[in-house]
T-cell receptor, first 113, second 111 residues
Framework: SQTIHQWPATLVQPVGSPLSLECTVE??????LYWYRQAAGRGLQLLFY??????ISSEVPQNLSASRPQDRQFILSSKKLLLSDSGFYLC????????????FGPGTRLLVL | KQEVTQIPAALSVPEGENLVLNCSFT??????LQWFRQDPGKGLTSLLL?????REQTSGRLNASLDKSSGRSTLYIAASQPGDSATYLC??????????FGTGTRLQVFP
């Protein structure tokens, strides 16, 4: 199975400040990687997914961006946070091409004030 | 566009009861379906994955069934315990490698 690390666990940021959330994966090579957001009382929304280094697909238009500088590293960023960016951010991975179990990290809780 | 509905939205039961959680999806062209558990403030834990060719999958007190043609999956929890209290999410997978999540069933099992 895969282990996913996310940091920080909790973050409180002012509106307009930048953001960088990091995710790393152990236990597999060349995984598919995903960023989800879970707003309070709402379901999981897929934000970005990546099938390889430098390959990023965006699911929803927003002021967030993602990058994959290494095979098992996925970064979620913003230049200027909005209040609406508050939520619980989850990184996930699965083995590319096998459509198997998707594993999730512990999440980062972001509060934008 | 795949839409996933979970019923009931919330459930509160005494321990020991056998439970049924329902998941329905609009697009039956799926590769598999996963059931997850989410504890408050935590990430998701995969419980079961059912391939589209399977009818059911079992793990301990959990049993998940899949009827792809009718767009339904059911999670059975036998002899529920307070430790089962969590939100349960189902997520079918199409050929895009992207899971589509339901809004979940929030389960509380009291002693």
């Amino acid at each position: 199975s895969q282990t996913i690390h996310q940091w920080p666990a909790t973050l409180v940021q002012p509106v307009g400040s930048p953001l960088s959330l990091e995710c790393t994966v152990e236990g597999t090579s060349n995984p598919n990687l995903y960023w989800y957001r879970q707003a309070a009382g709402r379901g999981l929304q897929l934000l970005f997914y990546s099938v390889g280094i430098g390959q990023i697909s965006s699911e929803v238009p927003q002021n967030l961006s993602a990058s994959r500088p290494q095979d098992r590293q996925f970064i979620l960023s913003s230049k200027k946070l909005l209040l609406s960016d508050s939520g619980f951010y989850l990184c996930a991975s699965n083995v590319a091409g096998r459509r198997g179990t998707q594993y999730f990290g512990p999440g980062t809780r972001l509060l934008v004030l | 566009k795949q839409e996933v509905t979970q019923i009931p939205a919330a459930l509160s039961v005494p321990e020991g009861e056998n439970l049924v959680l329902n998941c329905s999806f609009t697009d039956s062209a799926i590769y598999n379906l996963q059931w997850f558990r989410q504890d408050p403030g935590k990430g998701l834990t995969s419980l079961l994955l059912i391939q589209s060719s399977q009818r059911e999958q079992t793990s301990g007190r959990l049993n998940a069934s899949l009827d792809k043609s009718s767009g339904r999956s059911t999670l059975y929890i036998a002899a529920s315990q307070p430790g089962d209290s969590a939100t349960y999410l189902c997520a079918p997978l199409r050929n895009t490698d992207k899971l589509i999540f339901g809004t979940g069933t929030r389960l509380q099992v009291f002693p």
